[in-house]
């Protein structure tokens, strides 16, 4: 009997401390709000601005579209992946995120109009004050991480390459982080250099930060360096390479050579960190190409997706040398419609399960180890050297 009464007295106790806790509020969802600001995924953005940058290159400002739900924070650094859909077919590009991690109230992106190119063309010429995109939150790893990089940072970057180090500088700038920063910044002719002004701003107001500039084709009255980033002219401004990190950001051909120089100076890849290098101009061009497979040649493609929870497939004929991104998106096919963000193997996005057939990959694109071991394919890169069989349907 007592056992029971005492049993009872403690079941009572307990029942009293609960009920004197404090109700959970009605706002309370543990972390989903955080973690939705930190990681949404999607935004959709409004275009707010458009400012010339240079010949060929705009600044566009953009603000968060939906007035309840702020822009997503970002490491200097950092990019997007911005949609639009151009005569039928919905695609994205990746942009460097120009604007400084500090604020959140706008994004910038600095955007030069490619010749023969598909999406920034089309941005150049027709997007207009007021129109809304759909983006991706941001993305990509050229960002400072102080544990690896340390005190002494060599940005090298080619043409529009200098946009993520705009975001890193004027972070590290308004920050008063102690970081010595020197500059390589390489372009065809004086009127390419974009920020010019800002970038002299801030050499003339932080001791700890230097600007260099070299042109390859500059006018007679350029009085500054000329030719390529070569090794001499990178040791001239550095003076050496210890502990010394090195930033590099630009087009694929600068890429090898500024590789090659690099190397030839002693520097160990564990101390470089080259921006995702983008699909080729030419695949066919691409170490490790097969000589056998001529750019002309056609493949067939099966994709087995799911219409309204019911599996489909759908069979179409590509180049061997168009990514499988591109294709895809080229069907105008809602349901085979594949996320992505980077469009250079990185961000994994569009990761795709790969039944049957055979790709050629670009030796220097990343791939999880978890996804080749499981046959998980990154189309925005991957190129058909036979027919091959593709399946949306896993997740």
């Not at 400002?61 to 309840?68: G, H, M, Q, T």
């Not at 993305?139 to 705009?166: M, Q």
């Not at 294709?327 to 990185?346: N, Q, W």
Request: net charge negative.
């Amino acid at each position: 009997m007592m056992e029971d009464i005492k049993k009872y007295q403690k079941a009572e106790k307990q029942k009293k401390l609960i009920e004197e806790n404090q109700p959970i509020p009605w706002y309370y969802d543990g972390l989903e709000n955080l973690c939705e600001r930190i990681h949404p995924g999607k935004q959709l953005l409004k275009l707010t601005d458009i400012q010339e940058l240079s010949h060929d290159t705009k600044l566009y400002r953009f603000i968060s579209a939906k007035p309840n739900k702020p822009l997503a924070p970002f490491r200097a650094g950092q990019y997007i992946g911005l949609t639009v859909t151009i005569n039928g077919v919905r695609t994205s590009r990746p942009y460097s995120l120009v604007s400084s991690p500090n604020q959140l109230a706008y994004y910038e992106l600095g955007i030069r109009k490619k010749v023969g190119g598909f999406v920034s063309p089309y941005l150049y010429n027709n997007a207009h004050i007021g129109d809304i995109f759909e983006t991706t939150e941001p993305l990509g790893n050229l960002y400072y991480n102080p544990l690896f990089h340390g005190k002494d940072l060599v940005y090298i970057a080619g043409g529009c390459g200098i946009t993520p180090f705009i975001s890193l500088l004027r972070d590290i700038t308004e920050k008063l982080a102690p970081i010595n920063i020197t500059v390589i910044y390489g372009c065809l002719t004086e009127k390419d250099i974009l920020f010019a002004s800002e970038l002299e701003s801030i050499q003339s107001r932080r001791s700890n930060i230097k600007i260099k500039y070299i042109l390859s084709e500059p006018d007679p009255t350029w009085k500054g360096e000329c030719g390529f980033i070569t090794q001499d002219k990178i040791l001239n401004h550095i003076g050496s390479i210890d502990h010394k990190y090195f930033y590099v950001v630009g087009n694929r051909p600068m890429y090898q050579f500024i590789e090659n120089e690099l190397k030839d100076m002693g520097v160990p890849n564990h101390k470089v960190y080259y921006e995702a290098f983008g699909v080729p101009e030419d695949i066919t061009k691409v170490i490790g190409w097969p000589n056998d497979i001529d750019s002309s040649k056609k493949v067939k493609v099966t994709v087995s997706f799911r219409r309204l929870g019911v599996e489909d497939s759908i069979e179409f004929e590509t180049l061997c040398v168009e990514p499988l991104l591109n294709s895809l998106e080229s069907l105008k096919e809602e349901s085979v419609h594949l996320e992505t963000g980077c469009r250079s193997g990185e961000c994994a996005l569009c990761r795709t399960k790969l039944i049957a057939g055979n790709l050629f990959v670009p030796p220097e694109t990343t791939i999880r180890e978890v996804d080749r071991g499981f046959g998980f394919i990154h189309p925005c890169v991957s190129y058909p050297i036979t027919d091959i069989h593709l399946d949306l349907t896993y997740t």
